[in-house]
Every structure is written in C-alpha cells, then in structure tokens.
C-alpha cells in the first residue's frame, strides 16, 4: 500500500504564495507520475499540473499556468507544487495522486493513489 501525505496548505493573502509538498511512502513504485488536483465543496475534482516520471514533462490547468510550478524529488519520493500569486479563487482542498507509470493525467480517475488533502485559503 501507498501513502501520500501533503502539507504545506493554510491562510494565505491575495498575492501571496505558498508552498505544498507530498510525500510518497510504503510500497512505492520504481516509476511513477505524481499530479495535484484541488476539490471545494460541490465539485468535482480538478486538475491542477502532473509531472511525468522523468521531470521533463508537466501540464498545467490554463487557470494556473504562470503561476504554479510543479516539482519532483524522486531520491526523496516527494512532489512539490510552488504556488505564486495565489487569488481567492485558488481557494481548495489541494490533493496528491500518484499514477503507476511514466507517464501522468490529467484525469483523477487515472490515478491510483491519494493523500488525505490540504486545505488552501485565499483571502483577499
């Protein structure tokens, strides 16, 4: 089994960034694509950027492009999502999944394992 654990989220101002981290333990895989997706209440889980195994590829939701940067530390199973220029919209619950494989999604339903959130708030 796998766990994620995310940290990193809290009260930010409009403006301001913030830094989440996931860390992958247990029995993680050799390969594996790692990507961030935010939720609120009422909907539906949205993708926010995925990086590929090899670091070399990520995508990014249009609304964050600019803004958010996706990184990895394999040696440390670890991903991270810097977060600039945060606005009250950016305001979820920001979830790590973790997809068997090289290659990631931007599908939620492709992932196959989740950390337990955290949140983010945005005030302006």
């Known amino acids: 089994q796998v766990q994620l654990v995310e940290a990193g989220g809290g009260l930010v101002q409009a403006g301001g960034s913030l830094r989440l981290s996931c860390a992958a333990s247990g029995r993680t895989f050799s390969i594996y694509a790692m990507g961030w997706f935010r939720q609120t209440p009422g909907k539906e889980r949205e993708f926010v950027a995925a990086?590929?195994?090899?670091?070399?590829?990520?995508d990014y939701a249009d609304s964050v492009k600019g803004r958010f940067t996706i990184s990895r530390d394999n040696a440390k199973n670890t991903v991270y999502l810097q977060m600039n220029n945060l606005n009250p919209g950016d305001t979820a619950v920001y979830y790590c999944?973790?997809?068997?494989?090289?290659?990631?999604?931007?599908?939620?339903?492709?992932?196959?394992?989740w950390g337990q959130g955290t949140r983010v708030t945005v005030y302006s």
């Open positions: 999944g973790l997809r068997a494989g090289p290659i990631a999604s931007m599908s939620p339903d492709e992932f196959d394992y």
């Open positions: 990086d590929n195994w090899s670091g070399k590829s990520q």
